[in-house]
């Protein structure tokens, strides 16, 4: 959040791996979409997708249905990325009905990430996007 990406893709990638070593199918799924979000900051889009595929793979087969609200929203920022900012607020919508189903409330970090791309998305649809409450 800071714009330390660098040093946030280090810290991530060193979680993952003791995640990982723990067997610890549910941090790996959660580091790998902010390891994700990293990769979009650096400009690197083409690496975060595969990065969210994996992690939304992991908690589906963790059954984990509050986290998958989670991973939409990282589907919306790659959407948001890549200039694709109507299905970026399908998305966005979509994680906001399951975020309301739920009653989860986004960590800080989560609601940053959330907060740039949907933003992103808006600026791309124009004033066409003050009427619609994708985020």
Known sequence: ????DNDAASLYEQTLALYRSQS????VAG???NLG???L????????????????????T?????????????????AAD????ANAAKLYGAARKLRSASGVTF??????????????ARKQLGDAAAAQPFS
């Not at 963790?62 to 790659?78: G, K, R």
């Open 107 to 120: 960590d800080p970090d989560d609601q940053y990430e959330l907060d740039r791309y949907s933003a992103k």
């Open 24 to 27: 610890n199918e549910a941090g």
């Open 62 to 78: 963790l059954h984990d249905e509050t986290s998958q609200e989670f991973a939409l929203a990282a589907f919306a920022a790659v």
């Open 82 to 85: 890549a200039g694709d900012a």
């Open 41 to 60: 900051h650096q400009g690197r889009r083409a690496d975060a997708l595969p990065l969210c595929r994996d992690g939304l793979g992991r908690f589906a």
């Open 31 to 33: 580091e790998l979409m």
């Open 1 to 4: 959040m800071t714009g330390r």
């Open 37 to 39: 979000y990293v990769r």
